[in-house]
C-alpha cells in the first residue's frame, strides 16, 4: 500500500498549472491565484506624515517652555502642505504629510493655544511622532508572490499601493461525475436497495469553496456507452475529471474500463482510513481523479489527497496544510493504515465522534475538524495530536 | 473603556435576524444559514445492506465446512432482491440489500464457488456483515439545525436524506463605505498627501467571503450634504451599514454627525488594540458599524467585534470562535489592552511579524492568524497562547 505522503508526492510531481492567465479587478480578486508577483510601484506611505494630532516643527526653534511659535498653516490629511515657514509650526492631524522643513510633531496634549499661536510645554526628541516615507514598504518590494491564493487583505494591501487590477490564473475547471446503479438524487423516489447521492453534493460543494469552476455532470449509470458518453463530455468540458466510487481493485465496474480505454488508468491502495481505493490516470489528455465510493472516503480524500493536486493545477503554490497541535479527550489503538478521525473541538480538547465508519457522513457534519492518527500509533487521553480544523482545507 | 468580550456581548443583545427566508435548491447551499432544522424523513442506511462482496445466506442453514448452497439469486447495488430461498445463498456485493430471510453474509474470501454453489469454508457469528437498517440516521432525527452555516459535507448529508430543497435566510445585505478627504482609488493617481484606499477592498472581500450581498458605495468624501446621501443610499439598499474612518472620540468628522442627525450614534473605546475606536448606532432604522481608519485596525475589528454582530444578524447560530493553543517563538510584554498579534505558524511555534503597528497592512498577509494576549499580560518564549488562525473566521 501507499502512504498518504507518497500519494500526494506522486501526484504533485505529475501536477503543474492547467490554466491560463487573465486580468481581474482587484474588486473581484478574492479567492483568485496570483498569476505574476505584485511588485511595490510606490512607497508606503508615499511621504513622511504625522502620527498624532498635534503641531509640527523645526526641532531646532524651541527655545524652552516660554516658546510660542507662530501657526503658518493647517495640515489635514489628504491635503498638499507648504513648506513650512521659518520659527513657525504647522497644526497637522494624524496621517497629514509633514511639511517640508519640519522635523518634529508634538503632540497636541504637550501644548497650549495662544492668541499669537501655540505654546510648546514639553519638546519630544527630533522626529518623534513621524511615520517615515516608505516605512512599511518600499518600492520595488515584492509584497504578494504569483501563487498566492487572494484573501481580504491580499486586495487590501494590492489596493494600498495602488494597484487597481492584477493577474490571476483563470478559475480551473473541475467535472464531477458520481458513479452507481444504486444512486438517485434527492427529489426523486428512492426504491428498494436504492440510496441517495450525496457524494456529488459533497463534491461540488467543497470544488466550489475551493473556488473551482464546476462542471457538474451528475450521475453516470453503469453501461458502458452511458459512461463513456458522460467522461468524454468531461474530458471536452473540463481541465481535471473528479469522480466518486468504482475504483476498488478487483471490483467490476464500467467506469475503470472506460477510462483506461480512452486513456490511462492506476489504481492505488493507499494506506489511509478512510479512503484506501484510489484512481489516477488520465481521459485523452485530461488529468483523472477517481475517489472512493463510501461518503467519509470521498471528503477525507478529497482534502487530504485530491486538495493539493487541484490546487497545484490551479497554480496555487502553498498546496499543504500544517496540523495544529491540541489535546485530545479520547484513547484510541492505532491501526495499520493513517487515520483521518472525525473530531470536535471543545474546551478541554478534542473529543471523538463515537462511529469512525466511513458510512457515516454524520461524523463529518458532527465534527469541526479531523485528527491525523498515525499507522500503529495509539492515542492516549491528554497527549497532543494533529489536528486539521476544516477550515484550514478552505 | 469596554472590554472586547463586553462589546460583543453588547452588539449581540442588540442583534437579531434581519433577513427573510427563501427556499433554495441543495446544490446552491453552500454557505447559506439554515433557516429550519433538516429533519432526516428516512432511515439511512434505508434497509439492511452488506458490509461486504461476499454470500448472504441463513446462518442455521450451515452444516459445517462441507456444506454447499445453491445460488438462487446475486443482488448488486441498486437491485430490489427477492426473499431468499430456504437453504441457498445469494451472491451479494457491498452495498446491495440483504434478502429477506438471509440474516448473515460471509465474505468472498471465505468462500470457495462451487459447480453446484457455493461452499462456505469458515462461517462468522449470525447477523455478521450486515449494516442495519437506521444504524447511522432514523427517521426523525434532527440532523442539521436552523442557524448553520452550511459546509460540503452539510450539503452531502442533506442529500443522504433525500432533501433536493432548503430553507435559508436570504443572504445579508452590508454597505460599504470608506470614509476620508485624503483617500484615492487604486487607478487613480495619488496626489501629496493622498493614499489609496484599501480598507474597502479588505472589508468588501471579507464580506463577500463571508457568504454576504456587498452594496460597495465606496468613498465618502467629507462634505455633509456627500455623507448624507451615501449614508440614505446604504439605509435604503442594505440590512447593515459598514464604514471605516472618522469614528474617534473628539475627531472632527461629518460622518459622526450625519449618522447622529439620521438615527443614533454611540462611540465606544473598546480595550482592544488594534481598533480602539468602535462606533455603533442606526442610520434611519439600519444598524450602523462604524469601524476604525487604521487597515489594520479595520480588518482585526471585522473579524473580532463587527463579525459576531453581522453573523447574527445572517441568522447564524455560532458567531463565535474558539482559539487553538499553540507554542509561542516570541516574548511580548501585555499593554494595557487586549492585543491581537499577526503571528505565523511555523513547525516549531509561533512567529511573530516584527511590526505591530496598526498601519502596516503587510503584517497580515505576511501572517496567518493572531493571537490574543490578554490585557496585562506576558508572553514568554515557549508559552501556549490563544491562537486564531485566520481561516477559523472564515
Redesign the interface.
Known amino acids: 500500500m501507499l502512504s498518504v505522503n507518497d500519494a500526494i508526492a506522486t501526484l504533485l510531481r505529475e501536477a503543474r498549472p492547467l490554466v491560463g492567465r487573465e486580468r481581474v479587478d482587484?474588486?473581484d480578486?478574492?479567492?483568485r491565484t496570483l498569476a505574476e508577483d505584485v511588485v511595490a510601484a510606490?512607497d508606503v506611505?508615499?511621504?513622511d506624515?504625522s502620527a498624532m494630532d498635534g503641531y509640527a516643527l523645526r526641532h531646532a526653534d524651541w527655545r524652552g517652555a516660554d516658546t510660542v511659535l507662530q501657526l503658518s498653516q493647517r495640515?489635514?490629511?489628504?491635503?498638499?502642505?507648504d513648506p513650512l515657514q521659518p520659527g513657525t509650526a504647522a497644526r497637522i492631524f494624524t496621517?497629514?504629510?509633514i511639511p517640508a522643513g519640519a522635523d518634529t510633531v508634538v503632540m497636541q496634549e504637550n501644548c497650549e493655544g495662544e492668541d499669537a499661536g501655540v505654546r510648546i510645554l514639553q519638546l519630544p526628541a527630533a522626529g518623534a511622532n513621524i511615520?517615515r516615507r516608505g516605512q512599511?514598504?518600499t518600492t520595488g518590494q515584492r509584497?504578494?508572490t504569483a501563487g498566492r491564493r487572494?484573501?481580504?487583505?491580499?486586495?487590501?494591501?494590492?489596493?494600498?499601493?495602488?494597484?487597481?487590477?492584477i493577474s490571476a490564473y483563470r478559475r480551473l475547471k473541475v467535472a464531477v461525475l458520481s458513479t452507481?446503479?444504486?444512486?438517485v438524487?434527492?427529489?426523486?423516489t428512492?426504491?428498494?436497495?436504492?440510496?441517495?447521492?450525496?457524494?456529488?453534493?459533497?463534491?461540488?460543494?467543497?470544488l466550489?469553496?475551493w473556488g473551482f469552476d464546476v462542471v457538474?455532470l451528475g450521475i453516470a449509470r453503469d453501461r458502458p456507452e452511458a459512461v463513456r458518453e458522460k467522461m468524454l463530455r468531461a474530458a471536452e468540458e473540463s481541465d481535471v475529471i473528479v469522480t466518486s466510487g468504482g475504483v476498488s481493485v478487483g471490483?467490476e465496474d464500467h467506469v475503470k474500463n472506460v477510462v483506461a480505454s480512452l486513456g490511462s488508468l492506476d489504481l492505488w491502495r493507499i494506506a489511509v482510513k478512510p479512503g484506501k481505493p484510489f484512481a489516477f490516470g488520465r481521459v485523452l489528455d485530461k488529468p483523472f481523479i477517481g475517489l472512493p465510493?463510501n461518503?467519509v472516503s470521498?471528503?477525507v480524500t478529497l482534502l487530504v489527497v485530491a486538495r493539493p493536486y487541484l490546487f497545484a493545477c490551479q497554480g496555487i503554490a502553498a498546496t499543504r496544510q500544517?496540523p495544529?497541535?491540541?489535546?485530545s479527550r479520547f484513547a484510541r489503538k492505532g491501526t495499520t493504515r493513517e487515520d483521518y478521525l472525525r473530531v470536535r473541538?471543545t474546551?478541554g480538547g478534542l473529543e471523538l465522534f463515537p462511529?469512525q465508519?466511513s458510512?457515516?457522513?454524520?461524523s463529518?457534519?458532527w465534527g469541526d475538524g479531523l485528527v491525523r492518527q498515525a499507522a500503529g500509533k495509539d492515542i492516549d487521553e491528554g497527549d497532543l495530536v494533529d489536528?486539521l480544523?476544516?477550515?484550514?482545507f478552505?
Chains 1, 2 share one sequence.
Open positions: 482587484l474588486l480578486g478574492l479567492g510606490i506611505p508615499p511621504g506624515n495640515v489635514t490629511a489628504g491635503s498638499a502642505p496621517g497629514a504629510e511615520r512599511d514598504i509584497v504578494l487572494l484573501r481580504s487583505q491580499d486586495l487590501g494591501l494590492a489596493a494600498s499601493l495602488g494597484v487597481a487590477k452507481g446503479d444504486e444512486l438524487e434527492p427529489g426523486e428512492a426504491g428498494p436497495g436504492q440510496i441517495y447521492n450525496s457524494n456529488r453534493f459533497t463534491m461540488t460543494g467543497q466550489a469553496a457538474d471490483e465510493g461518503p470521498v471528503f500544517q495544529l497541535a491540541a489535546k473541538s474546551p462511529n465508519s458510512g457515516v457522513l454524520f463529518t457534519c489536528y480544523p476544516f477550515a484550514v478552505d
